[in-house]
């Protein structure tokens, strides 16, 4: 039963790392798992099995919800924006609680709430200075190492709690080409035996997922450290990204349009996320 709900926690962590706003690391804090899996990766080849283990079930969640659910979850932005958006926002708001408990009774003083306030206006920054601008990948020797160091970046935010690695795609144009276009293209040319589209949109996704692997180890030993040797101060600047995401979110949804059933829709997906973390964050506690 735990693998099974180490799957589930994979795929909410996979949705969150390919919807702009909404960061992987944010889904792991709200549930609990953050340090488990922090460990885990910085520790991967000094505790192999164990290790192992541990990321296989999140890895198979993570991979599966990016492979089949990135048509379903594009279809729903595009039919039902706000009850999608507010779904995660749920998500991320009924972890809050559990977060908490890593800076109950310690002192925060002025450092821990500048923190908090710098980081929460971090992401809000990033969220407003967004733009359209849409890159036009051509392979080239230039274009594997950008790819490669782009996936080095958004992985490192995907790891960082509050910081979505899709909306740093967004920023530099990245995030249709890649999301939108090579992943579901290169499902679509698998199933249906278009060998040469399938090749051209592994030439994109293979740099750029080496780039992943190697920013995820790099910035997971960063929080290691911080985590280890400043816990309270490094909570209080997740805390700070992390309320800031649902700010984040709904800056960049689009409300017009929104009647009075939209509302309540979305009251009730709200409802739904913030009660599935709470129950994945109680699994994470009994685990």
Not at 9 to 35: E, R
Request: aromatic share 10%.
């Amino acid at each position: 039963m735990k693998f099974f709900w180490d799957v589930l926690k994979g795929a909410v962590i996979g949705l969150a790392n390919i919807i702009p706003g909404v960061s992987g690391g944010t889904m792991m804090v709200s549930m609990g798992i953050y340090d488990t899996l922090i460990y885990c990766i910085t520790h991967l080849f000094k505790e192999f099995r164990r290790a192992v283990r541990t990321l296989l079930p999140y890895a198979i969640g993570m991979a599966a919800a990016i492979a089949c659910l990135s048509f379903a979850l594009k279809w729903l932005f595009a039919q039902y924006p706000l009850p999608t958006n507010t779904l995660f926002i749920g998500l991320i708001l009924g972890g809050l609680p559990a977060m908490m408990k890593n800076v109950k009774g310690s002192r925060i003083g002025a450092g821990g709430w500048g923190l908090f306030v710098a980081f929460f206006a971090l992401i809000v920054l990033l969220q407003a200075f967004q733009t359209e601008h849409v890159a036009v990948i051509r392979l080239s020797l230039a274009e594997v190492v950008k790819l490669f160091l782009i996936g080095a970046l958004a992985s490192a935010t995907m790891v960082i709690p509050g910081v979505s690695g899709s909306m740093i795609l967004k920023l530099i144009g990245y995030y249709e080409p890649i999301v939108t276009g090579a992943i579901p293209g290169a499902i679509s040319a698998l199933a249906g035996g278009d060998w040469g589209t399938l090749m051209a949109n592994v030439g994109i996704l293979l740099p750029f997922g080496l780039g992943i692997v190697v920013g995820i180890f790099a910035i997971a030993k960063l929080i290691e450290i911080l985590l280890s040797k400043q816990k309270t101060l490094t909570y209080c600047a997740i805390l700070g990204l992390v309320v800031a995401s649902p700010v984040a979110i709904l800056m960049g949804s689009d409300l017009s349009g929104v009647t009075l059933m939209t509302i309540l829709v979305s009251l009730a997906t709200f409802a739904l996320g913030f009660a599935a973390a709470m129950r994945l964050g109680g699994e994470s506690g009994e685990a």
